[in-house]
Each structure stands twice: as C-alpha cells, then as structure tokens.
C-alpha cells in the first residue's frame, strides 16, 4: 500500500553503483496529517494519542535492486542526532527499532531489497533541531568480517523553533561523503564488531547537506 501521508510521485530517485550491488531508490518524502496515515496504533504506548505524528515528517524509501538472489541483500543505516534549545545536553543515536536496542545490529531495515519507513514523533513539542542521516548500504551476509559498504543516502529532519510550536520539516536532500563520514564515526564507536567502509559513493545532482537549516 501507499501511505496517503506520502506524495503518490517519488520525491527523490537516484540510481547507485557500488560494491557489485546496482539499482534504484524511490524516495517519498511527506508530513504526517493524521496518526492513522503512519501506523502509531500498531506502536505501543502511541495508540489513541489523537496528535502523534501530527505535523512531522515522514519518509519511505523503496529500493530496485539490478542483482538477483543475495545480491539483494541490503541494509539502511539511519543516523539522528537531537540539538534541544533549553539547555538539555544534546542526543546522537544510531536508529533502530526499540524491539532490537539489546542486538548488536546497525540496521534500521534490512533484508531483501528492503524498504525503511521512518515517522519521528514527540509526546511534547521541545524546541528542538532533529536531523537523520539514512543511508543504504550492503548488509553482511556470512560473517561480521564482511564491511558494510554505503551506496546510497539522504538528508531529512525538522526543527521545533521555540517550545509547543509545530515542526518545520527540512527538505529531503541528498547526503554527502560528510555526512557519511560523520555517521560512520557513531556506527564505530556503537559497534565496534562491525566494519564500515570509509568511501563514500560520488553522487552527481545532490547537494551538499552537512546539516539543513530552515530558511
């Protein structure tokens, strides 16, 4: 299905080329209007919560993959880091889903050709400046030996400009070998057991997002 809170026309498509691996990537890049349009009654804790998600961004990229069988087997890495404006000590976090926090695994999704769906929500509204760094990558297959490579990423987020406002979501842009080498430093140092590849693939057509800021 397609999620209505999503543009029906893709707000990103790139090819990439990589470690063997080929395809295309589909991104849907919209805001949440309703709880129901991204799920939060399947979330525990955000069922019957009338405002979750309201006004967020949410994103969904789907991935067509040129290679058959395991050269499919792909992962996203999602990397977020939280700047609050109330003096709160600033949160960085490899995203995973809460079900997986006590697996060393550094996957937001992965499988065959997978698709990551991302819907970020506040049960308050801090000021805040909430940035996520996603890339696709090459997902190990037979051991932890194996460097997990990326080939694909973008840049998305919002900021909260003063307590109780509503989110301003940024605009979905291509990320950089910045970026990349940023998120890579936190994949290291969160799980040492897993290798990453410092290269980042050259993306021609994408800007440079270090860090999108609203206008």
Known sequence: MH?????????????FHGAGR???????YGVTMRPSESGFRF??????????????????CEVESDRPGYGSALGWVQWVTQE???GR???????????????????????????????????????????ARLFLCTAPMLSREE???PLFGVVWGYRIAAEGRRPTPYPLVGATRADWSEARRALTAGHPEW???????????????ARPRSA
């Open 3 to 15: 999620e209505s809170s999503l543009p029906n026309r893709p707000t990103l498509t790139r090819r």
């Open 22 to 28: 080929s395809g295309t990537v589909r991104a849907y």
């Open 43 to 60: 979330l525990a804790g955000w069922a019957g919560i009338p405002t979750a998600g309201v006004g967020f961004p949410t994103i969904k």
């Open 84 to 86: 609050f404006g109330d």
């Open 89 to 131: 000590a600033s949160v960085t976090l490899v995203d995973r889903p809460p079900s997986l926090l006590d697996r060393d695994l550094p996957f937001l999704s992965f499988g065959y050709a997978p698709t990551v769906f991302d819907a970020p929500a506040f049960n308050s509204l801090p000021e805040v400046d909430w940035c």
């Open 147 to 149: 460097t997990i490579r």
């Open 195 to 209: 290798k990453f590849a410092a290269a980042f693939p050259a993306a021609p057509g994408t800007r440079s997002a």
